[in-house]
């Protein structure tokens, strides 16, 4: 049996071996073993041999030396492993399934989108079907000599932070179910979550506010609050319901069985069919109807961006944030919405004359949630590197 003193030893190697793994991961450029000495306060020894651990393991990777500007050695900067290690996000809405490898420089090595409608779908068969497409990026991967770390499955509903078990997904019409055995990804970790939390985490790159309210919209509507980089989640992991808050007590049913809900006058849907549209049109065919004037459209899009300003400024007097972040379908219909957006929460919100809120368009791309979920998996390899060297 190992000694305590053993044991603790070990313990503190390990940290620091995730202390000298981060320095790399969030450095903004390339960084030296002396850059990692002094960001960290950790010996300089030390630190070579960690890294010589992490570059062995392919969690780091070393660039070409680089002339130093001072005498001595040259610096080799060191940087995240490509394709080495690889975090898969998994996704099912209403009009798409997918799965995505992503690698450890962020960058997503494969991607695989099916178009359908899922719309009071059956679980049963709409997750092997996940499935089916996980297993085919993870043998690819696999091929390549890529170690999967895990996959993150979202889903448009409840999640149970705890259980990972889908209370309610109201426009799939799923409910009460533990969605990762119908993967049928035996041996592989999966974790479950709400597809507007994943989303918003991968919002948290580069400069962004690390604080902030991220709304997505598809057919639902769903957000996240995030505080300082991490996600608050509420008791449960329910909150973030944005689309259920109601706009008019007499307007129309939702999908819920609540009525007048947000989503009903500011989801993809609700949107297209005022704008006179089919109800699955894609986000284009809306963007080309008020682009050329059409007046269903631009009244369809007025109506949205008003009753979503409401719904906002509700959350933002509720919870105080400064920046709203707008994805899904509002990133490509944020020039339409802006302006009605903006002076609803400059009428509404009680602290707007003394700060105005800020409103931007989500930068991490059509399929968010997945590359937020990959990136979850990731940031586990990173918080325990120890397990992957
Ligand atoms: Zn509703």
């Not at 932070?161 to 970790?189: E, F, M, Y």
């Not at 006058?265 to 080309?288: C, F, I, S």
């Not at 899009?301 to 906002?312: C, F, I, K, V």
């Amino acid at each position: 049996m190992p000694s305590l003193a053993a044991a603790r030893q070990h313990t503190l190697r390990e940290r620091n071996l995730e202390l000298v793994a981060r320095a790399v991961y969030e450095a903004p450029e390339p960084v030296s073993r002396a850059d990692v000495a002094s960001s960290t306060g950790l010996a300089r020894a030390t630190v070579s041999t960690l890294v010589d651990r992490l570059v062995a393991g392919r969690l780091l990777a070393e660039l070409a030396p680089v002339s130093a500007q001072r005498a001595g050695r040259p610096g080799v900067p060191l940087v995240p492993a490509a394709r080495s290690v690889v975090g898969i996000g998994l996704e099912v809405n209403v009009d798409y399934l997918g799965a995505s490898v992503i690698d450890l420089m962020n960058d997503v090595v494969d991607e695989r989108v099916e178009p359908g409608s899922f719309h009071d779908s059956n679980p049963a068969e709409v997750l092997p079907r996940v499935g089916d497409l996980a297993r085919e990026l993870i043998a690819s991967a696999e091929s390549e000599g890529m170690r999967v770390a895990g996959a993150r499955l979202a889903l448009p509903g409840l999640v149970d932070a705890h259980s990972g078990l889908l209370q309610v997904a109201p426009n799939l019409g799923w409910s009460t179910l533990n969605p990762v055995p119908l993967l049928g990804l035996s041996g592989l970790r999966v974790d479950v979550a709400n597809e507007a939390k994943l989303a918003a985490l991968a919002e948290l790159t580069g400069d962004v506010a690390s604080s902030f309210l991220y709304v997505s919209a598809d057919v639902g509507i769903g957000a996240a609050i995030v505080v300082d980089g991490h996600l608050f989640l509420g008791e449960r992991g329910w909150n973030g319901e944005i689309g259920h808050v109601q706009i008019d007590p007499a307007g129309p049913r939702c999908g819920c069985g609540a009525t007048g809900c947000l989503e009903q006058y500011a989801g993809k849907e609700a949107v297209n069919r005022a704008a006179g549209l089919p109800a699955d049109a894609p986000v284009e065919a809306l963007v080309r109807a008020v682009e050329a004037r059409s007046p269903a459209a631009q009244a369809a899009l007025e109506r949205a961006a008003s009753a979503l300003g409401t719904a906002l400024a509700d959350f933002v007097n509720l919870v105080d944030v400064g920046t709203v972040v707008l994805g899904g379908a509002y990133t490509t219909l944020l020039p339409w919405m802006r302006d009605d957006v903006e002076a609803t929460l400059a009428d509404r919100v009680l602290s707007a004359p003394f700060a105005p809120v800020r409103v931007r368009g989500a930068v991490a791309g059509p399929y968010a949630a997945m590359a937020g979920g990959a990136r979850e998996v990731l940031r586990d390899v990173l918080a325990s590197p120890a397990d992957w060297v």
